[in-house]
């Protein structure tokens, strides 16, 4: 599998899982807001900071009623029109530049999610190094085709994707002109339930699509990305707020600047975790050796004095002989005087009585 590279950032299981801080509509329509965002996310160890594009005529249509009307009771959105819900979501294209620039002083790696062919056109203007396609676009082959073209890496959500779409979906990229795929697995509720992410399916699209793959996190916490690294994920995006009792449409599920923080580090240690197939003592473990029980004289011994269970045991330190030779050694002479506290070797050890 081809190295993948954003920026400056290397993707892929050699490598830090890389961590995108999202953040939607989290600036809650303020430009100073949008900014703070991105330097929280800068100062608590995000590598890339990630916008959505979009107005709210390009996602739908003014219309109130029907199925443009979100009623479902158990929706975050609920009593708002699609159109009014992606008029207080949207970020304005006119931020999008000094939200780059702040990004790129930073360090940040600043990208987007284009939901139509304008905002591919616009985002190209910005020189994005990436881009970012939503579970609910990810079967939207023209736009996939259009991005794909850039030849720029292409992450993409599989949020209610099945496996025929994916594949549906990875074949367009690819004959489009992507040869950078990352597949993000994702559950497409907000918030997402444990139970519900599925991170099996993690490996399993890797070997399915030959591409790296992350998790695109709508769960609360951080323990479901964490958990996600254990499984071979190079990705972790997350939505994220300054502070969630201060409102806005992505605000319950997002993470704060302190859990934002710990996520880079948890995924990190993770990561660091997985190693390769090892058995033995490694390098570092070889000093606590010396801990393991081994056989010991703890009754003094005269020579010629048969080694019993009362005067030879298995306790710490390890300087004697293993604890698997015991039974071999009960019944046999001392060559010579030993103390207590003598680890036992070969060469005090004479034959049976």
Known sequence: MREISIGKRKIGVGHQPFVIAEMSGNHNQSMERALAIVEAAAKRGAHALKLQTYTADTMTIDVREGEFFIDDPGSLWRGKSLYELYQEAHTPWEWHRPIFDRCRELGLICFSTPFDETAVDFLESLDVPCYKIASFENTDLPLIRKVAATGKPLLISTGMASVAELDETVRAARAGG????????????????????????????????????????????????????????????????????????????????????????????????????????????????????????????????????????????????????????????????????????????????
């Open 178 to 353: 992507c040869d950078d795929i990352i597949l993000l697995k994702c559950t497409s509720t907000y918030p997402a339930s444990p139970a519900n992410t599925n991170l099996r399916t993690i490996p399993h699209l890797r070997e399915l699509f030959n591409c790296e793959v992350g998790i695109s996190d709508h769960s609360m916490g951080v323990g479901v990305s964490v958990a996600a690294v254990a499984l071979g994920a190079t990705v972790i995006e997350k939505h994220f707020t300054l502070n969630r009792a201060e409102g806005g449409v992505d605000a319950t599920f997002s993470l704060e600047p302190d859990e934002l923080a710990r996520l880079v580090e948890e995924s990190e240690r993770a990561w660091q975790a997985l190693g390769k197939v090892a058995y033995g003592a490694t390098e570092v473990e070889k000093k606590s050796l010396v801990f393991r029980r081994s056989l010991y004289v703890v009754k003094g011994v005269r020579a010629g004095e048969v080694f019993t269970r009362e005067n030879v045991r298995s306790i710490r330190p390890g300087h004697g002989l293993s604890p698997r030779y015991l039974e071999t050694i009960l019944g046999r002479k001392a060559v010579r005087d030993l103390e207590r506290g003598t680890p036992l070797a070969w060469h005090l050890i004479g034959t049976s009585s």
